[in-house]
């Protein structure tokens, strides 16, 4: 099984910028993707969280949430076993946990926001912008 860490959350102003990072351990070939999801604070636990970027392994494939396209971008790094997701203009309503996941996700673009598409998880790492 593949454990995901995420790292660089943090505290910013409305306008800045930050940049996460998901490393992968294990067996890493259990999936072909890896996906960031945001579980924004207000938000029920029970209600999944919501899918930002996705990036699949074999050609950097990428899609985005349509609330950060132009200002987000997610990147891999294969040799590393590692991906990071560059967030500029940052608004408050981009506050929350952010996750990563991995999983086995169709190439179409249908499905890769739900969560209960991916099977592994990171334990999330905080974003917080201030207005």
């Known amino acids: 099984q593949v454990q995901l860490v995420e790292s660089g959350g943090g505290s910013v102003q409305a306008g800045g910028s930050l940049r996460l990072s998901c490393a992968a351990s294990g067996y890493t070939s259990d999936g072909n993707s890896v996906a960031w999801f945001r579980q924004a604070a207000e938000k029920p636990a029970e209600k999944a969280a919501d899918?930002?970027?996705?990036?699949?392994?074999?050609?950097?494939?990428?899609y985005y949430a349509d609330s950060v396209k132009g200002r987000f971008t997610i990147s891999q790094d294969v040799t590393k076993n590692k991906v990071d997701l560059q967030m500029t203009s940052l608004k408050p309503e981009d506050s929350g946990m952010y996750y990563c996941?991995?999983?086995?996700?169709?190439?179409?673009?249908?499905?890769?926001?739900?969560?209960?598409?991916?099977?592994?998880w990171g334990k999330g790492t905080q974003v917080t912008v201030s207005s």
């Open positions: 899918g930002v970027a996705i990036i699949f392994a074999r050609d950097d494939l990428t």
């Open positions: 996941a991995s999983g086995y996700i169709n190439r179409n673009g249908k499905s890769w926001s739900s969560a209960y598409e991916y099977s592994n």
